[in-house]
């Protein structure tokens, strides 16, 4: 499903460069859930805006979904943003003045479904958050924890092939954290996807994955490896 080979990424800054990613190489596979460790400042954003489509690498091989992500035009990248990946961001970002309904609805406007399918898609996702009585209400008039719900049915609603959550549970309290884990664990089934999920917190990681990925200083510092579906569902019951 992903597939990294000798990844870098350096940004300019001033005079000098930054080598935020510095020959990283690993697989991932299709189904699988995986953590992305590392302490502030490793690169873990950095990888994830690569998985995500919003950036490239400097250079090195990177494919998702059999789609070369380092050499495709900028529509072919466009496209894998809309189609074959989903986001969740720490800061959730809604668009605050849209409804739940109208937030999960945006990365549908580029799927071609008709009115009504995207509706029925949109109060499925919803319904799969436990929000879906909530479909009329804007961001502000959520909690914390609703919110990232909302995103997450936001992210999964193009029934994306790979989610990316990069520190979903960083702004919520111990609760609203543990069920947001939760969910993420029950849309991956449900949506049939790969999850990789970006923390700085060990627990966490251990907790509700399998395999780790560890960075520091932009490399791959420790891979605990490809996790069987067997071992998966260890975790899971
Ligand atoms: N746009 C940018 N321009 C210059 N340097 C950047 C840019 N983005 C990230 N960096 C640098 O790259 C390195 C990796 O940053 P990154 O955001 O990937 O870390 P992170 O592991 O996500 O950290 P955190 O846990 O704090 O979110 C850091 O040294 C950072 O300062
Ligand atoms: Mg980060």
Not at 7 to 31: P, T, W
Not at 64 to 88: F, I, K, P
Not at 128 to 135: P, S, W, Y
Not at 190 to 217: C, F, M, P, W
């Amino acid at each position: 499903m992903i597939r990294l080979k000798d990844v870098c990424k350096s940004y300019n800054r001033g005079r000098g460069e930054v080598h935020a990613l510095d020959k990283v190489s690993f697989e991932i596979g299709q189904g699988e859930r995986v953590s992305l460790l590392g302490r502030s400042g490793s690169g873990k954003t950095t990888l994830l805006n690569l998985l995500a489509g919003l950036d490239r690498a400097s250079s090195g091989e990177l494919e998702v979904n059999q789609q070369d992500l380092v050499s495709c035009s900028s529509v072919e990248l466009d496209r894998y943003r809309q189609q074959t990946v989903g986001v969740v961001f720490q800061q959730f970002r809604l668009v605050k003045h849209q409804t739940a309904f109208q937030n999960v609805a945006l990365p549908l406007m580029f799927a071609g479904l008709s009115r009504a399918k995207r509706r029925e898609r949109v109060l499925e996702c919803l319904k799969l958050v436990g929000l879906d009585d909530r479909a009329g209400h804007r961001p502000t008039e959520m909690s914390g924890g609703e919110q990232q719900r909302v995103a997450v049915a936001r992210a999964i609603s193009s029934r994306p092939k790979l989610l990316l959550a990069d520190e979903p549970t960083g702004n919520l309290d111990s609760r609203n954290a543990e069920q947001i884990m939760d969910l993420l664990i029950t849309v991956q089934a449900e949506v049939e996807t790969t999850l990789l999920l970006i923390t700085h917190d060990e627990n966490l990681a251990g907790q509700y994955t399998k395999r780790i990925l560890r960075l520091s200083d932009g490399r791959l510092q420790q891979d605990t490896g490809l996790t069987l579906a067997s071992e998966q569902s260890d975790l899971d019951s």
